[in-house]
């Protein structure tokens, strides 16, 4: 593909094997040669082992603690050295697949955990996010690391029935437990949890006063700078009257998943519009197109990216739809 020639040392495109960066200074500590970076443990392609132990090896006993995306490593890619990303469901033949994301929210209840979020209905927020499921035409498969945008753009259906895109199905699987105390033990099938608590000090102004037009405020890059989970702080003094599914769909959803935080106006307050992820009007809280690629390209840079079980590529069915 122009421009990504694996060409770290001329300052040039630095990433390649499962879109890691590469260390070619030939060293290659613990044998030679060079090694990836994959955020929580170096790999070293040329002994094909990892040079320190799964952080997560305590909690899946049955795997080594020196494997490599969970040894299934003909569908599988690794995490960051932590995680699993699967991507099957792909027929070739047909040029459909579908992708599934993964989120699972945490939500801590405390002695002072706001009463609209302790109503909220778990289901109900599952819902919206589902609300978002679409069906994408795509040049190519979407891969770790490539932006929909670099994959080719959107298309409509009629190129893909001339056998010319793939018929990507995108499914949005959100799950939201109550719990009374956080467990940051990962589901590795799950990809990272959010955490939802309540921290009444991000709610102050200068002055000292609390505010009680916000609702919540969520982090937006502790994944990629500090390799923790997304949070999302409650205020307890909150008096806007929002519900907490949408409260919850767009802290999670636009501000954890997508990694965005709002336009401003001339004032400097925050915009939010009618309708998506980003908006705060009640009941018009949901994934838009727009959103939904801004949460794959996430997740594609991210890695937390799951997809279903392989499809016999020797039995292509007809195309419909």
Known sequence: MPGRKLTPASGGYRYGFNGKELDDDGTGMGGGGNTYDYGFRIY???????????????????????????????????????????????????????????????????????????????????????????????????????????AGGLFKNARWKKGKLYKVGIEYDVRINFVNQISYNQDVDRGLTSYVIVNNEVFKDEYGNHRTAVAAKASIDRQETTNTPEAVFLNTKFQGGLSGESVIAHEVGFHNMTGKEHKQDYEGNPVYPDAGLESNVDGRVGPLINDTIDVINTNLQRGNLDTLTPVDDDKPTRKTG
Do not use: C
């Open 44 to 150: 070293n392609p040329q002994i094909a082992k990892f040079l320190s132990v799964d952080p997560l090896t305590a909690s899946y006993p049955w795997n080594s603690s020196y494997a490599f995306a969970e040894n299934d490593v003909i569908r599988s890619i690794d995490l960051e050295g932590l995680e699993r990303l699967v991507m099957t469901q792909i027929n070739h033949v047909n040029r459909t697949s579908i992708i599934i994301i993964k989120k699972e929210i945490q939500i801590k209840i405390e002695a002072n955990t706001p009463a609209y979020i302790l109503k909220l209905r778990a289901e109900q927020v599952s819902e919206i996010f589902k609300s978002g499921n679409t069906t994408m035409y795509l040049k190519q498969l979407p891969q770790n690391g490539n932006p929909l945008t670099q």
